[in-house]
């Protein structure tokens, strides 16, 4: 067999060969992740987890001081009425999500990888007793009122810091609460982290079904507020 002949068959073995490793690479990544579009969905659930951040960091801050005045009060509760009135479009995107989860038959997988990729047993287990990831985005798709009540749960705190003047005259400098109408659900756990561990599941549902894994804040927050059995 001359040179020219081995040549020929070493260059077309070796590209025969790296034809296969890059079809085996991207059946291996086709495995892991999706071609999927939600970047609408996650944008939505993105600014309503922002407003949501935002909100907690001003009741947070609030909440150190020995009183609140009633401007600062009414800053907060501004907020919360924003919040409150984007639950429909977040809803509406989580809908959205497990639609097209489903529809690509690849909910059951990320569920099982983002409950995996979570370390605390305890997180593990609330989760899997509340019917799993998917059960979990249904019902806060489904429940606009529970959702409301959780962000008025968040300025309760804060009720008894506000201070007003009752009167005209600048002697009067009594204490009013502002009351908020909210009835805590029974065992209910610190308020607002079921709605905070829906915004870090749908984000979870997200990153697992486009990139086949968590980012270091999504699990942060799945582990930070999904323990369910106290909420």
Excluded: H, W, Y
């Excluded at 922002?50 to 020995?66: I, M, P, Q, R």
């Excluded at 506000?162 to 005209?168: E, T």
């Excluded at 979870?204 to 486009?210: D, H, K, N, R």
């Amino acid at each position: 067999m001359n040179t020219i002949i081995r040549k020929s068959i070493v260059t077309g073995a070796t590209a025969l060969i790296l034809c296969f490793t890059i079809a085996a690479t991207g059946a291996r990544t086709t495995a892991n992740t999706a071609d999927i579009n939600l970047s609408a969905e996650e944008q939505t659930i993105s600014s309503f987890d922002n407003l949501l951040s935002n909100f907690d960091k001003n009741v947070s801050d609030l909440g150190k001081k020995a009183a609140v005045t009633r401007v600062e009060f009414n800053s907060a509760k501004a907020q919360a009425d924003e919040i409150k009135k984007q639950i429909p479009q977040m809803q509406q995107a989580i809908r959205s999500l497990i639609s097209r989860l489903d529809s690509a038959k690849l909910f059951a997988s990320a569920e099982a990888k983002i409950v995996a990729a979570i370390r605390n047993e305890s997180v593990k287990s609330s989760i899997r007793a509340q019917g799993g990831v998917k059960r979990i985005l249904e019902q806060a798709a489904s429940q606009s009122n529970g959702l409301t009540k959780e962000i008025d749960s968040m300025l309760e705190g804060l009720t008894r810091k506000v201070s007003a003047r009752d009167g005209d005259g600048p002697s009067d400098l009594s204490l009013r609460a502002v009351r908020v109408a909210f009835v805590p659900a029974p065992g209910a756990g610190p308020a607002g982290d079921r709605l905070r561990c829906t915004l870090a599941l749908a984000k979870a549902s997200i990153e697992m079904a486009t990139k086949g894994e968590l980012s270091d804040r999504t699990r942060q927050r799945l582990e930070e507020f999904c323990n369910l059995s106290a909420v």
